[in-house]
């Protein structure tokens, strides 16, 4: 039997994976951005293969915390964290309508046949000992992506915590290689809050997918970049390499 040829790619398709933090998305639940980033998600569906991978924000947070107080262990905590991203995807799939896939894909394999130019797929956590920022590193792999977006609730990486730190620095642009030795210092519970997680700083370095960190507050900000490519924020790139506009 003669193996399957590798399907070529769709011309002028170009595949994005956006990681959109239950932060920015979900700031509270009363308070959210789900309408907004349901059209700008629609609008760049009918230009490129889009793939969201939604965290859990300040909801999982909570129910962590609850957990925690109850002495659950750190992996138990993990999985009720997964539980949130995929409720959070769940309602941006609602949002969506038809210019979604009907699902949450919980496979990185069931996300891939799923993507098609037109059709956002959305999908949230997978696998304890990690973030949301993991998962849409992996993805961006498994499906050749061109461009990995990770849209936060600070404009960027830097030097230290912005929110805790005055005198942080953002950095204009970073290889993987410094990405990855700025979070190796960093300690990882479940619910834990740094910019991008360890799994995905070392995905981002082995596939060498660019990736664009961002203040994903306003869904316009997101729209703006990938249209214009003006942003404020950080490009982390092997080489001299500028992945916006799209
Ligand atoms: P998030 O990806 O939301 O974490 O996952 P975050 O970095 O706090 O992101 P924001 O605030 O949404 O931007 C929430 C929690 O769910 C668990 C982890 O405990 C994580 O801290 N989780 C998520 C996993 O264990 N595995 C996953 O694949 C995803």
Known sequence: MTPAAKAPKETGVTTIVL??????????????????????????????????????????????????????????????????????????VAALGDAAYPGVPETYAAA??????????????V?????????AAVLAEEVGADLLINATSVPGVFTADPKKDPAAVRHGTMTPGELLALVAGERMGAGSNTVIDLVAAKIVERSGIPMVVLDGRRPETVRDAILTGVFEGTVIAKAACRPLPL
Do not use: W
């Open 127 to 135: 696998a304890p000992g990690q973030t949301t920022d993991a998962v």
């Open 19 to 92: 990681s959109l933090g239950g932060s920015v998305l979900i700031p509270s639940l009363e308070s959210n951005e789900l309408a907004g980033y349901a059209a700008v998600l629609a609008g760049l569906a009918e230009r490129h293969r889009c793939f969201v991978v939604v965290g859990g924000g300040g909801e999982a947070r909570r129910f962590i915390g609850v957990g925690r107080d109850l002495g659950i262990d750190e992996a138990t905590l993990d999985e009720i964290g997964i539980l949130v991203t995929r409720l959070n995807a769940r309602l941006l």
């Open 112 to 125: 891939k046949a799923c993507g098609v130019a037109g059709r956002v797929v959305v999908m949230g956590g």
